[in-house]
């Protein structure tokens, strides 16, 4: 196989061959001398300009992917005969396989939305304003919220709803304080939007809401087979300060217990909900 | 399954995906041809199974050891779950490395795949220290193994069945390639439309030398997309180039169809920044193309001297390459003939003798102990 070795006598020489050519055409007439930098400078226009940029097309692939096949493989490799009686299980179980996979989905569909607030605080990283005292405190948390709402004096009526049927009767722009119970625990994105809304409607300007939940670690202990995956179970206190904080609410304060949690948040001046916000804020738990 | 000493030794096969039409997933069919000719049982398993290989490969996490003393043989392309469950396997492992593209070529065209790639690279790092052997396709790709702490490494070439993916041409399509020349001398490039594979510089450079030498030439890309973005970029690049009547993006064609391309075409240029192979070179050798080639990565080795091989790729040192060898008949000649020579090198035999001689000790020393 040694024959082949030298095709050209010198492959130097045909290099320089070739290099000589280069400067040839190089020199030929009506050619820019700027050509061969043009010619670059065409393809390097079209390259995505950053990587951070493609951040929501990443997004916009995992939720693609956020589906999992349901199509059990039904091969046999010790017994191919055994392909029959598996694919008879197969069909008679894929309404429980197409559950599961309902499910699967669903983390996944929360991965890909929790990234959402993550492309979101990534954004607003520049905008920080100079870091405040931490609104979360940890520590006992008072069961009584009748005490909570009784601690200062409200300008308005004091009331306690345990639904959004209770609130949507109040009366708009009227109320000094709501306090929040049994309805914190399982909300998913559109109630915890109209919540805020709600209570945005219904609040004088400064007047007070205050939400008692338990913990999303309260709530595993109380059945460990209820993950808290998708989106519907007691959102975080964290979650409650940034949403509210966004939403025009001035102060936001929270008391984190082990088990449960309560926020305390004022009505500010400027309100600044909006649904997009609302939503996306209400995922990155 | 007894060998011909006697002993009983298995060596089952894992790979992502058993693609058909790809250079992997022949070599993995070829793979389990040979070990079992060698009298060691084989199966394949992975994760997807092409249509057309149904019943070739089993799931992964369907494969249960036998008593036979037993290794793993895991082939690289791309990251996924198959080398997980390879890495937490107590069998001892074989890694034939056919190289991960490196992940920021696809980083501003397509994240997703560069995390693939980037979770194939880290995989890959995890799985080669603790491997009895590491193979490569090309001295390259074995090199990449001895960095990562491969204690025993060995070149095998990519094992093919020339027979298998050098077909005769159509020749009603080799009659409409030719008549579609107008004239002018014929670029090709055959692979998939990606980033790594460097399009974007085939077709400056191609614009380079319609400007300055043949101003009725032509150029076909003929491989699937493997980026959209990266894909649309072509398109824009070569209508801002005014090269719409010039460059053509093929896309995926059958066996006679890319034979006639070859037959049509009058210089095979690669300018990839990265390879772990390149079949396309063996196939341009096969129909008597000459190669002209941006030595980088594996692409050095595999053409050898077989080809002209260039340092850099600027546009006007690649137009006059091809020129010097289309205009220099002498050269033309001799590049086709070293081509068809070379090709020998790589024949399904001379591979699987490389692959027995590497693989067989290992497997013996498995089987005494």
Redesign the interface.
Known sequence: ?E??????AD?GE??M???A??????E?AD?PDT??AE??E??DS??????AY??P??IN??RAMSTISVEV?V????FPPLRVPKSAVRMATSWYLRFVADQVSGVGRATAEALDLIEIRLRRLEHQPAPRPSPIESGPVSADIDALLAERDHDGPVVRVESLADLAALPRGGVGAIGVTTLAESMDAGRVEALVEQTQRTLRTGGLLVISSPTPAAWSRTDPLEADLAGRRPLHAESWVTLLDREGFDPVRAQLAPDSYVVTATKGHVVTATKGHVVTATKGR | MARAGGSEIALHQFVEALASRDAVGSHVLQCERLLRDLGVESKIYTRTVHPELTGRGFNHEDFRPGKTPTALLYHTAIGGPVADYVCARPEPRIIHHHNITPADMFRVWDPNLAGFLDLGRSQLAALTPDAILGLGDSRFNAGELEQLGARRTAVTPILLDLEDILHEPDEAVLDQLTAARRGGSSWLFVGRLSPNKAQHDIITAFAFYRRTVDPVATLRLVGVSSSVAYEQALVRLISDLDLQDAVTLAGSVPPGTLAAEYRAADALVVLSDHEGFCVPVLEAWHHGLPIVAYAATAVTETVGSAGVLLANKSPAVVAAAVATVLEDADLRSRLVTTGRLRLGEFSLKESRRAFTDAVMPVLDELASR
């Open positions: 196989m024959a082949h070795d030298q095709v050209v492959p045909l290099a061959r070739i290099e050519r280069a400067a040839e055409l190089r030929t050619l050509f061969e010619l670059a065409r393809f079209l390259v995505p300009p950053d990587p493609r951040l097309d990443t692939s995992i493989p091969e046999s490799s010790r």
